[in-house]
């Protein structure tokens, strides 16, 4: 074996993507979205949970749309649940054209997303054959936090 060459991770590692909401808690100032939200404590244990998972992560923005994380983007007062259905559903179309460069060699998409921010998206990933998987499904924001937490132990 060529010294310069590296073990390969195990094929469960190498075929996800996880995708993380925004939040309402911002800084003020224009940031990389990995620090933007970080005024969340919610978001703060989530992006350091997928960091942990040394897969691709990106932030779903209700103003953006998919944002990767190193991406500088303003503060904003927006959220999914301030539109309408015909507004979410143009967003969740942007965000799927957005996310499709991103799938190739990809068989999960792991949500850590409120209801709204995957509503749309599940069954449009299912529908070309990825598995979904949302691990805090059914838990309340002091629940998820939680769940959080122990997973960062």
């Given at each position: 074996?060529?010294?310069r060459?590296?073990e390969?991770?195990?094929?469960?590692?190498?075929?996800?993507?996880?995708?993380?909401s925004?939040?309402k808690?911002?800084?003020c100032?224009?940031?990389?979205?990995?620090?933007?939200?970080?005024?969340?404590?919610?978001?703060s244990?989530?992006r350091?949970?997928?960091?942990?998972q040394k897969q691709?992560?990106?932030?779903?923005?209700?103003?953006h749309g998919?944002?990767?994380p190193?991406?500088?983007?303003?503060?904003?007062?927006?959220?999914?649940?301030?539109?309408?259905?015909a507004e979410?559903?143009?967003?969740?179309?942007?965000v799927?054209?957005?996310?499709q460069?991103?799938l190739?060699g990809?068989?999960?998409?792991?949500?850590?997303?409120s209801?709204?921010?995957?509503?749309?998206?599940?069954?449009a990933?299912?529908g070309r054959g990825?598995?979904?998987?949302?691990?805090?499904?059914?838990?309340?924001?002091?629940?998820?936090?939680?769940?959080?937490?122990?997973?960062?132990?």
């Amino acid at each position: 074996m060529d010294e310069r060459q590296v073990e390969p991770r195990p094929a469960q590692f190498e075929k996800a993507v996880y995708l993380v909401s925004c939040t309402k808690s911002k800084l003020c100032v224009p940031a990389p979205a990995k620090e933007l939200y970080a005024a969340s404590s919610w978001f703060s244990k989530a992006r350091e949970y997928v960091k942990r998972q040394k897969q691709p992560w990106f932030v779903l923005s209700a103003k953006h749309g998919l944002v990767h994380p190193d991406e500088v983007i303003t503060p904003y007062d927006c959220t999914l649940t301030d539109m309408g259905p015909a507004e979410r559903l143009r967003w969740a179309e942007r965000v799927l054209a957005e996310l499709q460069q991103h799938l190739e060699g990809v068989e999960t998409v792991t949500f850590l997303a409120s209801v709204p921010y995957r509503k749309l998206l599940i069954p449009a990933l299912l529908g070309r054959g990825f598995c979904v998987s949302v691990p805090m499904e059914g838990l309340r924001q002091g629940e998820q936090s939680q769940w959080l937490k122990e997973q960062l132990r």
